[in-house]
T-cell receptor, first 111, second 116 residues
Framework: DAKTTQPPSMDCAEGRAANLPCNHS???????VYWYRQIHSQGPQYIIH???NNETNEMASLIITEDRKSSTLILPHATLRDTAVYYC????????????FGKGTHLIIQP | EPEVTQTPSHQVTQMGQEVILRCVPI?????FYWYRQILGQKVEFLVS????????KSEIFDDQFSVERPDGSNFTLKIRSTKLEDSAMYFC??????????????FGPGTRLTVT
């Protein structure tokens, strides 16, 4: 029942940019794209979210295609500590709705 | 930086016993959540809580589960009669303050519940 599709795993060399894709072809007009990550069974950690414009914060950049059917999370200079499972989640903006996690992408940063 | 805390970090209980998992959300947050993650599986939403009542709950959150905010700081999840399949990591999360739209949820480190 997940609304998003992500590759199960990816590798990236330390210091390089990690680009994590996500397909969300059925996204509705009022739904945002959120990214969270989970480092080795710790609690999930919020990374970034966006509606239709590209977004950047201190952790990452989010690129959303013009038709909003897919997006890419970019970690500009990946470090070993970025090894984690990354979840792309589509959800209406505000309020008390729970998050629906899929299986995510296991990103492994190689030294 | 404010953070969500959870106690205990690990709870072992016998099948059929009641357990209470405790969380202290970020102090000015208004929305509170419980999730669980069975080992090797996805994180699953259980329940959300706002304005002293349940806002949304999943199919997992049946009559064996209850939540409470007994005072201004704690948020608890009670499992009345634990089953082996309740063994999981339970995460508390909180979000939202004031009247702005709520976006990010902040998660605690989790309580590992082991039912024997």
């Amino acid at each position: 029942d997940a609304k998003t599709t992500q590759p199960p795993s990816m590798d990236c060399a330390e210091g390089r940019a990690a680009n994590l894709p996500c397909n969300h072809s059925t996204i509705s007009g009022n739904e945002y794209v959120y990214w969270y990550r989970q480092i080795h069974s710790q609690g999930p950690q919020y990374i970034i979210h966006g509606l239709k414009n590209n977004e950047t914060n201190e952790m990452a950049s989010l690129i959303i295609t013009e038709d909003r059917k897919s997006s890419t999370l970019i970690l500009p200079h990946a470090t070993l500590r970025d090894t984690a499972v990354y979840y792309c989640i589509v959800r209406a903006g505000g309020g008390a709705d729970g998050l629906t996690f899929g299986k995510g992408t296991h990103l492994i940063i190689q030294p | 930086e404010p953070e969500v805390t959870q106690t205990p970090s690990h709870q072992v209980t016998q099948m059929g016993q009641e357990v209470i998992l405790r969380c202290v959300p970020i102090s000015n947050h208004l929305y509170f959540y419980w999730y669980r993650q069975i080992l090797g599986q996805k994180v699953e939403f259980l329940v959300s809580f706002y304005n002293n009542e349940i806002s949304e709950k999943s199919e997992i959150f049946d009559d064996q589960f209850s939540v409470e905010r007994p005072d201004g700081s704690n948020f608890t999840l009670k499992i009345r009669s634990t089953k082996l399949e309740d063994s999981a990591m339970y995460f508390c999360a909180s979000s939202g303050h004031g009247f702005v739209l709520v976006f990010e949820q902040y998660f605690g480190p989790g309580t590992r519940l082991t039912v024997t």
